[in-house]
């Protein structure tokens, strides 16, 4: 019966990036579709490959990826190498899972990938199904190629530092996102990717809201012509699973129950962080000093965090024994959603921030590499939600000054004040009439009419 029901379904496949900020988001649009009629094949790479029991319903096909187990240990230092390893090495796997799908009379309506995950708009262009595209990061991230691009036509290359980019204000040159080159061919070469990618699909879906980045998805409307859907947050539409590739470790939950209103500081700098033990050592004596209730992800590969935390002063360990709780990975939407926590102290990755702002609480933000630093400077200069922090401590007394500034000085309740408007204005979009829910109806309407 179920089979008979699922057959009868429209079939989409969906092509996730195979990294934590990139599977999240295309398993919650898949979950959306699901509870809406379609039947979701998820074709994903065997690095990183997402939990199938968690998503009982869709039909998951792994194809070869040619990395090694030892790629897996991802950091900011590798992942180009490893993006682009990928990227070369999916294409022919992924045509012919594509043939061997239509070749089983498995009819796909359309394929829904990840925007970087380029090849796989190339692969569809040779055999022919529709594609829409599903772009993971802000708006203001595609527009700077575009500046970029601009820049490289007028000779402004290289950037100059501190300037604003005119058309992205607040954003400066220095704060474009990392992943886009200023090597000539190299930048022609992703431009090139980009609009190829939007022109030859029949939508675009961003995980954003109109309050916050409308106008910025409307320009881009005005470059490419093609529908664009600003159906975010999806976490606060998808039917509740977990896409989590680590073990969330829910101890900190119960430990947040026992703790005061808006008493505890969370930290997590997203799943791509590379630490190195003297940041996260100035990090510990900071939220020591703070004096401040702090849940703390440690998502320390290289480290042995038991062994270090030994290694630390006896007041610094006395404090994280007292007033702190750390954990490897965390149920991060469960911990934004408490009422324990008062502020984030995030790395800016794009979910980090919507599932932040989604929930009211204002941000120590301390963006590292690729789109982070374009998600700060939002945050911080367009939302007036956070407070900017570079990653490099060059005094002690620094971290823990900006986590006073976070949880008690006046900056920090103005900031909670905005980031309350703020989760006002998301809840909004996202019922029923809400700009959020509209688009999401004008997606579905515009996937049923795919011929
Ligand atoms: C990456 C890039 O770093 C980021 O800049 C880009 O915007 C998306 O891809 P990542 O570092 O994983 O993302 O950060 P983020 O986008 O914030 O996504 C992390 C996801 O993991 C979030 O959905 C968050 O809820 C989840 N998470 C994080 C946990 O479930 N537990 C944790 O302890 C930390």
Redesign the pocket.
């Given at each position: 019966m179920e089979k008979q029901r699922l057959e009868n379904r429209q079939r989409l496949v969906v092509v996730p990036a195979p990294?934590?900020?990139?599977l999240?988001p295309m398993l919650q649009i898949a979950s959306i579709l699901h509870s809406n009629g379609f039947s979701i094949i998820v074709a994903h790479t065997l690095f990183n490959s997402p939990n199938p029991s968690a998503h009982p319903h869709f039909l998951f096909i792994p194809f070869s990826d040619g990395l090694s187990h030892e790629d897996s240990i991802i950091s900011s230092y590798n992942l180009t190498t490893i993006a682009s390893a990928l990227y070369t090495n999916c294409a022919a796997p992924f045509k012919e899972l594509l043939l061997q799908l239509t070749e089983e009379a498995q009819n796909i309506a359309c394929i829904i990938y990840d925007g970087s995950m380029y090849f796989v708009g190339y692969v569809a262009q040779q055999l022919n199904p529709p594609t829409i595209l599903l772009r993971?990061?802000s708006a203001p991230n595609v527009l700077a190629y575009h500046s970029l691009h601009r820049l490289l036509m007028e000779g402004c290359l290289p950037l100059q530092g501190e300037s604003l980019v005119p058309e992205l204000e607040p954003l400066r040159h220095k704060d474009l996102p990392t992943f886009i080159s200023t090597n000539v061919d190299t930048l022609l070469n992703q431009m090139n990717r980009l609009q190829l990618g939007i022109k030859s699909s029949l939508g675009v879906i961003f995980n954003t809201v109109d309050c916050l980045e409308g106008q910025r998805v409307d320009e881009l409307r005005q470059i490419y012509h093609v529908p664009m859907f600003t159906m975010g947050p999806f976490h606060s539409m998808a039917p509740e699973s977990c896409s989590?590739i680590l073990e969330?470790d829910h101890s900190c939950i119960a430990w947040l129950n026992e703790q005061a209103l808006r008493s505890v500081v969370y930290v997590?700098l997203?799943?791509?962080i590379t630490w190195e033990e003297k940041e996260l050592t100035e990090m510990a004596y900071g939220l020591a000093n703070s004096n401040q209730k702090f849940l703390w992800?440690v998502l320390a590969r290289a480290i042995n965090v038991t062994e270090w935390v030994q290694s630390l002063p006896e007041d610094v360990k006395k404090a994280i024994e007292e007033r702190g709780w750390m954990?490897r990975?965390?149920?991060?939407?469960e911990v934004l959603a408490h009422k324990s926590v008062g502020g984030f102290w995030s790395?800016?990755?794009?979910?980090?921030m919507l599932?932040s702002v989604y929930e009211g609480k204002p941000m120590i933000c301390q963006p590292c590499f690729?789109?982070?630093r374009v998600?700060s400077r939002l945050a911080c200069h367009a939302w007036k939600v956070g407070v900017e922090w570079s990653s490099h401590v060059s005094e002690r007394g620094e971290v823990e000054k900006v986590v006073r500034t976070l949880m008690l000085e006046s900056q920090g309740m103005e900031m909670w004040q905005n980031a309350q408007r703020m989760k006002h204005k998301l809840r909004q979009a996202v019922t029923q009439g809400g700009s959020s829910y509209n688009a999401a109806i004008h997606f579905l309407d515009h996937l049923l009419s795919i011929p």
């Open positions: 990294f934590q900020g990139h999240t993971t990061t989590s969330q997590s997203g799943s791509i992800v954990v990975w965390a149920p991060q939407k790395h800016c990755g794009w979910n980090s599932e690729g789109d982070q998600n």
